[in-house]
Structures are given as C-alpha cells and as structure tokens.
C-alpha cells in the first residue's frame, strides 16, 4: 500500500513538472527619452549632456535638484561622483572621514545659499573647494 502511494505522488509531481513552463527573464530595457538623445542640439538645452564640459554651478544645481525629472538627478549625482573621484587627494583628502552622504550634503547646502553671481563659476571648482573646506590636505593626510 506504501508503496503504490510512492509511485502515486512521484507521478503527481512528475506530471507536475512536465505542464510547468519555463520562461527566459528579459530585464526592461528602457527606449531613450528626447532630453536623453546623444544628439549636438538636445531638445531641452537646459538638460545635461555629455558637452557639458563647463558646466556651471547654476547648471549643475539646477540638474541636481531637479524633482520633476530623475534622469537629471542620476547625472548630476553622476557628476559629483566624478568630481569627487578625480580631486581627491589634489584638492581634498581623506574621504573616510566623513559619511557617504555627508559630501552630498554639505556641497548641495552651499549650493543652494550661493548668489547668481556666484553660481556662474564652475562646478567642478565649487565642488572641489568645498571639499578643501570640510577635509583639506594636510601634514597628516595621505594621499
């Protein structure tokens, strides 16, 4: 009796597994949006794109605090990364110091007290000073 029991729900799951399906996943590929468009004149000139070799600190702030469009958010923050990454140790130094998100923090808090005058200047030297402001390169830092 055990035995035809076995054999029974060895065959139930067996025709189990043969209806299943098996499906390959497809991550979503996302289709680029005009204001994402690699072309010379972007539908949106306020936009980033990557001719924004100086970039103002008005234009990055714009990008960086931009609620209505996250791309624009990503590519900024993208920026800030890289300008992170290549001055410190020139401008800056000892990164560990501070939290991850202490950077983000302090920069976007002086940009956003900064004057229209002010704002005309490159961000990528607005961002490397701030930096020099909160963990300057001293006698005791590595670099």
Known sequence: ?????????GLLILSTLATAETQTYQYPRADSLPEDDTSVFPRDPTLLTGHDINLTAERFFHAWSNKGNERERIKADMYFLGVLDATEGVGWCEYKKILPGSAHE???????????????????TFIMDSMAEILPCGKDSKK
């Open 1 to 9: 009796m055990n035995i035809h029991r076995v054999i029974a729900g």
């Open 106 to 124: 302090y920069v976007f808090s002086r940009l956003a007290k900064l004057n229209p005058e002010q704002r005309k200047q490159r961000a990528a």
